[in-house]
């Protein structure tokens, strides 16, 4: 079984920027499609962006295309959520996820979660 730690998360002023990482414990990290969800008080968790294990491909929110990017780094088994421009409507809890198989948008496909790191965006 997959443990994720974010760690990134913050106070910062909109159109500041900050970078989460999630490190995967599992020493075969590769195989995990691994996608970043997050969840704003009273409102239902959303995926922002995700990252296929095999092909690389990504995949953004439409509210995040243009500043927000998604990578990994197999060898240090960590990916990253790169946020730019960031906006007062992307204060939320960050989560990373990670499945088997390809990456999908649902929180339902995705077994292993990370605690969840706090990013808030002032006006």
């Known amino acids: 079984q997959v443990q994720l730690v974010e760690s990134g998360g913050g106070l910062v002023q909109a159109g500041g920027s900050l970078r989460l990482s999630c490190a995967a414990s599992d020493r075969t990290f590769s195989p995990y499609s691994m996608g970043w969800f997050r969840q704003a008080p009273g409102k239902e968790r959303d995926l922002v962006a995700a990252?296929?294990?095999?092909?690389?491909?990504?995949y953004f929110a439409d509210f995040v295309k243009g500043r927000f990017t998604i990578s990994r780094d197999n060898a240090k088994n960590t990916v990253y959520l790169q946020m730019n421009s960031l906006k007062p409507e992307d204060t939320a809890v960050y989560y990373c996820?990670?499945?088997?198989?390809?990456?999908?948008?649902?929180?339902?496909?995705?077994?292993?979660w990370g605690q969840g790191t706090q990013v808030t965006v002032s006006s």
């Open positions: 996820a990670a499945r088997t198989g390809p990456a999908t948008v649902s929180t339902r496909h995705y077994p292993y």
């Open positions: 990252i296929a294990w095999s092909s690389g491909r990504t």
